[in-house]
């Protein structure tokens, strides 16, 4: 059973939250927000009474992880006399015990996610590296995997665009997994991921290595406004693939988006292609299609504000040897992230969306940056 020492430190951990979350300001914060949204015009606009409101469910969302918080506290200290009184068992107050530093933690590790994006939803462009239909295979489990992520934590994932293997798997994916932090967690995601596995796709049954590429970038809301220049924008549609009734097959409903971006840095031009089957309604597929390249412009500029160039250039390595951020290798039963070191022999769970320990770990190391 945990000791005496162990209590009061949960004790202090909580002072020192309440501290440096700055709780009893978020209070008077959240009244004056509150005020704001009871004018008898409040909904007249409605975007900004939704900006507004999104503003007041962040302040009361700290407000009730510290509540939390010191209620786990209140109940393990409680937990901690009954059990001298065989009134609860050692195994009880562990739990406890366990459970108020679990939720120490997930506090602490939201409240490094400080930076203007972080809360957004996120985008995800997962592609096939070499390695042909292994890679593709790889790929698709790979979204797979983000799929059962989102779900397990209530966000909602929705795919925009999909090509499928040639024999089997994905040649890429792009996915929008939208949710509040969804992006700050998920931007550790972003590099490429290595599987070593002996291939059900090889007739000798030989041991081998594939590549996925892993994208992330903030899917940007009505708050943040992205100027997109007309004369640079041009549209093609064309008929979805696969299967989806006659609609599908005959009506160009599939739209592609190339802009010539231009850096305002470095006067460079790049040209950012862009496709979405999401819907059979092409305008809502052109609308989506935007929101995506709005997005994608304003990773960039907040990539140039932090003066990320150098991680920009590593992201577009060749998908292959020496460029991978973490290495999936089934048959020795481990995952190991290369950036962290942090690592687990529970392959089944990784790949079933369980990957909260590397993204911990990875903000643990890198989320002050």
């Not at 006399?81 to 065989?86: A, N, S, T, V």
């Not at 203007?116 to 797979?144: F, P, Y």
């Not at 809502?284 to 150098?310: C, G, T």
Request: proline share 2%; hydrophobic share 35%; with cysteine.
């Amino acid at each position: 059973m945990i000791t005496i020492e162990q209590l009061k430190a949960t004790q202090q951990r909580l002072a020192e939250l309440e501290k440096y979350l700055n709780i009893e300001q978020k209070k008077i914060q959240l009244e004056e927000e509150e005020l704001r949204t009871q004018v008898p015009d409040f909904w007249e606009d409605q975007k900004a009474a939704e900006k507004q409101m999104k503003v007041v469910k962040g302040i009361r969302s700290w407000i009730e992880a510290y509540n939390t918080a010191k209620s786990n506290v209140e109940e393990l200290s409680l937990a901690f006399e009954y059990c001298k009184e065989e009134l609860v068992t050692e195994d009880e107050v562990d739990a406890q015990y366990a459970k108020t530093i679990a939720w120490f933690e997930d506090v602490e590790l939201r409240n490094m996610l400080q930076g203007e994006e972080d809360h957004l939803s996120c985008v995800l462009k997962i592609n096939a590296g070499a390695g042909g239909t292994e890679a593709q295979d790889w790929a698709s489990m790979l979204q797979r995997l983000y799929m059962r992520y989102a779900e397990q934590h209530n966000y909602t994932c929705t795919i925009s665009d999909l090509v499928d293997g040639d024999e089997a798997g994905i040649k890429s994916v792009t996915m929008q997994i939208e949710g509040d932090m969804a992006y700050g967690y998920l931007k550790s995601e972003n590099g490429v991921h290595r599987l070593v596995r002996v291939s059900p796709y090889n007739a000798q049954g030989k041991r081998m290595t594939s590549f996925a590429s892993v994208f992330a970038f903030p899917l940007i809301d009505d708050s943040i406004n992205i100027e997109i220049e007309p004369a640079r924008l041009s549209w093609d549609t064309f008929r979805s693939g696969g299967a989806g009734g006659q609609n599908v097959n005959k009506v160009e409903s599939g739209v592609r988006l190339r802009y010539m971006f231009k850096d305002p840095y470095t006067g460079v031009e790049e040209e950012i292609l862009i496709e979405n089957t999401e819907t059979r309604d092409q305008p809502k597929n052109k609308e989506k299609a935007l929101l995506l390249l709005k997005s994608q412009l304003y990773d960039r500029e907040l990539q140039h504000r932090r003066q990320e160039q150098a991680k920009i250039e590593a992201g577009k390595k060749k998908i292959e040897w020496g460029s991978q951020i973490r290495s999936y290798v089934f048959d020795d039963r481990r995952v190991k992230d290369h950036r962290t070191g942090f690592q687990t022999s529970d392959v089944n769970a990784v790949m079933d969306g369980k990957i909260d320990g590397f993204i911990k770990a990875y903000l643990m190391e890198f989320g002050g940056e």
